[in-house]
C-alpha cells in the first residue's frame, strides 16, 4: 500500500544511547517532515526537508538529526538520548506540486528511561 | 507568525447530538486550514482542508467547517456524533516559509461521545 512508513512502532532506550528512526515513502512526494507529540502539546515540528539533499530545523530541533540522501527516505537520529525525548514521532510527507495535505505515517512510540 | 487556539481541550457530547469543535487561527498571509483526526494509538487523518476555495468545507465522515476570515475561526461541526468519532482532533494552519511550507498544530480537543 502507497504510504508513510515508520519503524520501529515501539523503542525502549537507556539515556545516552543512540537511534534512527527511519522513514520511508513510496509516493515522490518532495517534503518531508518529523514532529514529535506530547500531551497537551499537539504535534511539533523537529526538522523538515523539501528535497533530496535539503534539509532545515523545525521548532524543536536540539538533540536529533536528520539527512535526504534519497527521495523515499528520511531518518530521524537521536544522537544522546535524553528522558525528555520520550515522546511519540510522526514523520510526514507531501506532494510539492500543490498543498493536498500532508501524509502522516503510523509513529514510533519511544521511551527513554 | 502563523498559530492555531483549540479553544477546548475536551468536548463530551452524546451519540446523536451536534458536535462542535472550536479553532482560531492566527495568520499574516491567506492560510490553509486542516482538520486531522486521531484515534487511540493511530496516526493522523485528513479529515478536510480549507485551501482559498469554498469557505465551507466537507470532509469525510459528515465532518464539515466553515472558514470565517472575518473571525479568524474554523470550526469544525457534524450534525449528529457517532461513537466512532470519539477521538483527538487538530486544527492545523500551514506556514509558508522561504524554503517550503510546515503544519502549525493546535494543542488539540479531545472528543468524548456517550451512549
Known amino acids: 500500500n502507497a504510504g508513510v512508513t515508520q519503524t520501529p512502532k515501539f523503542q525502549v532506550l537507556k539515556t545516552g544511547q543512540s537511534m534512527t528512526l527511519q522513514c520511508a515513502q513510496d509516493?515522490?512526494?518532495?517534503?518531508m517532515s518529523w514532529y514529535r507529540q506530547d500531551p497537551g502539546m499537539g504535534l511539533r515540528l523537529i526538522h523538515y526537508s523539501v528535497g533530496a539533499g535539503i534539509t532545515d530545523q523545525g521548532e524543536v530541533p536540539n538533540g536529533y538529526n536528520v539527512s535526504r540522501s534519497t527521495t523515499e527516505d528520511f531518518p530521524l537520529r537521536l544522537l544522546s538520548a535524553a528522558p525528555s525525548q520520550t515522546s511519540v514521532y510522526f514523520c510526514?510527507?507531501?506532494?510539492?506540486?500543490?498543498?493536498?495535505?500532508?501524509?502522516f505515517g503510523s509513529g514510533t512510540r519511544l521511551t527513554v528511561v | 507568525a502563523q498559530s492555531v487556539t483549540q479553544l477546548d481541550s475536551h468536548v463530551s457530547v452524546s451519540e446523536g447530538t451536534p458536535v462542535l469543535l472550536r479553532c482560531n487561527y492566527s495568520?499574516?498571509?491567506?492560510?490553509?486550514l486542516f482538520w486531522y483526526v486521531q484515534h487511540p494509538n493511530k496516526g493522523l487523518q485528513l479529515l478536510l482542508k480549507y485551501t482559498s476555495a469554498a469557505t465551507l468545507v466537507k470532509g469525510i465522515n459528515g465532518f464539515e467547517a466553515e472558514f470565517k476570515k472575518s473571525e479568524t475561526s474554523f470550526h469544525l461541526t457534524k450534525p449528529s456524533a457517532h461513537m466512532s468519532d470519539a477521538a483527538e482532533y487538530f486544527c492545523v494552519v500551514s506556514e509558508a516559509n522561504q524554503a517550503g511550507t510546515a503544519l502549525i498544530f493546535g494543542k488539540g480537543t479531545t472528543l468524548s461521545v456517550s451512549s
Open positions: 510526514a510527507s507531501r506532494s510539492g506540486s500543490g498543498y493536498y495535505g500532508y501524509t
Open positions: 509516493m515522490n512526494h518532495e517534503y
Open positions: 495568520s499574516s498571509y491567506s492560510p490553509s
